[in-house]
């Protein structure tokens, strides 16, 4: 059984210079509360593992402009002019990776592997400097798992072991995130008791949630 | 009849890729010119449209009002699901598009090479969007088309060879812009179609790749259905 936390508990749970996973994709499925209450706390040097850098009021947009995130791992900061111009600034580091790679690296983590064999980005820059490994005769990019400290996860619905459910295209990263993280915080939409989520469509176990923010009233 | 020599570029790029789509399969549609492509498609054809986001079945934008943000496609706009529609995460959906079961992506263009590479994720020291979902979108896809204009500030796009960062080593399936259609074989680029109206001295004219023609380059025929 999970006793809900306050927003002010999760922000003082992630220190300055932690690596945070975040879901959302265009800013869809990201748990919008806990990214503007860090934003507001003025955490610095946090490495944020995210899809995309979304729009400057979206998804990471808003930890990014309020100067908290060091690196960006992620696939995308094509609609945040922001990010680009803190990148050609040199104050924030950026890492791509493509979004395939980004996800399964994620899953790698979660999942125990040591990491997995892809065709994307073979001749490519992405390529530079990684090793390739050749199984029945086609060769693979290997990529390392890609793990958080914390992994902040959006949910429709939470019950109360913490076994959560998605919605539509806001589903994304989040099942995978929430393997992958250290410390994994839920932050759902409702709070619903044991059975309003049959088994079937939970998503999520909640034995893999440590934590759930409860909602403002 | 309508008179495709005035119809606007995108367009005429748009309603051609949509010719290419067989029915019954699942289309990736990137963001931009790709994303017109739906709607010159009757949805008798049974073609499912699929999204990096995990949208399987993606239906076009709903009624005044009835707009979700759990719904949107993978440039953040609002879609809707079409009957028979599914949900998937995103591992499962890059499973998709790099497993062999996505029949076709249509993907934009900075720069398409004689042999049919393709760059369309980033301009060094200039502009760096990344590549989202295109590598894994290209390598993994059965078929690749690039839908683009043919130039960009006067300058062709269809180069001898990239000049920015390609997006995969493998080559593209063929090209569409509003001046041509083109497809990288073993022996060049072949201009198979000119755009309505253009001929081929044109497109020459507009393209810094060396061209293969053929004896009879027929213009696109925008009137049939696919």
């Known amino acids: 059984m999970h006793q809900a936390i306050s927003m002010q508990e999760a922000v003082e749970m992630i220190p300055d210079g932690a690596r945070v996973m975040l879901s959302g994709f265009m800013g869809v499925g990201t748990p919008d509360g806990i990214v503007r209450a860090l934003a507001e706390s003025g955490k610095r040097d946090l490495t944020m593992i995210v899809n995309d850098a979304a729009r400057p009021h979206t998804g990471v947009g808003p930890l990014v402009s309020a100067g908290c995130v060091k690196k960006f791992i992620g696939s995308h900061i094509g609609v945040n002019p922001v990010v680009q111009e803190k990148m050609q600034a040199g104050e924030l580091e950026v890492e791509l990776v493509p979004q395939g790679t980004f996800v399964e690296r994620i899953r790698a983590a979660g999942m125990g592997l040591g990491g997995i064999l892809t065709p994307t980005g073979l001749g490519t820059l992405i390529a530079e400097g990684k090793q390739t490994v050749e199984v029945e005769g086609k060769t693979y990019l290997l990529e390392p798992p890609l793990r958080a400290d914390f992994a902040l996860i959006a949910a429709r619905s939470c019950d109360y072991v913490g076994n959560l459910a998605y919605m539509l295209s806001a589903t994304n990263f989040n099942p995978i995130m929430a393997l992958a993280g250290d410390v994994v915080i839920a932050e759902p939409e409702e709070i619903v008791p044991i059975g309003v989520i049959p088994p079937d469509a939970v998503k999520t176990p909640g034995v893999l949630v440590d934590h759930v923010i409860k909602r403002a009233m | ?226």
């Open chain 2, 1 to 226: 009849m309508r008179d495709f020599e005035t119809m606007d570029p995108k367009e005429i790029i748009a309603r051609r890729v949509s010719l290419e789509i067989r029915p019954k399969s699942l289309v990736n549609l990137g963001i931009g010119i790709p994303t017109l492509v739906s709607d010159h498609l009757d949805e008798s054809l049974g073609v499912f449209f699929q999204a990096e986001n995990g949208v399987v079945g993606m239906g076009h934008r709903p009624p005044e009002g009835m707009t979700d943000r759990h719904l949107t496609d993978a440039g953040g706009t609002f879609v809707s699901a079409v009957p028979g529609a599914s949900i998937i995460d995103s591992a499962f959906s890059f499973g998709l598009i790099r497993g062999g079961h996505l029949d076709l992506t249509v993907l934009g263009g900075l720069q398409v090479d004689a042999k049919g590479h393709l760059a369309n994720w980033m301009i060094p020291g200039k502009f760096v969007p990344g590549m989202g979902g295109a590598m894994d979108l290209v390598t993994g896809a059965k078929k690749v088309i690039v839908a683009m204009i043919h130039s960009a500030k006067g300058t062709s796009k269809i180069v001898p060879e990239c000049t920015l960062p390609v997006t995969s080593q493998r080559c593209v399936d063929l090209i569409v812009t509003e001046l041509a259609v083109m497809q990288p074989r073993e022996d060049g680029l072949h201009l198979l179609e000119t755009g309505p109206g253009v001929t081929v001295e044109q497109v020459v004219a507009a393209t810094d790749a060396e061209l293969v023609i053929g004896d009879d380059v027929p213009e696109m025929d925008l009137s049939r259905t696919g």
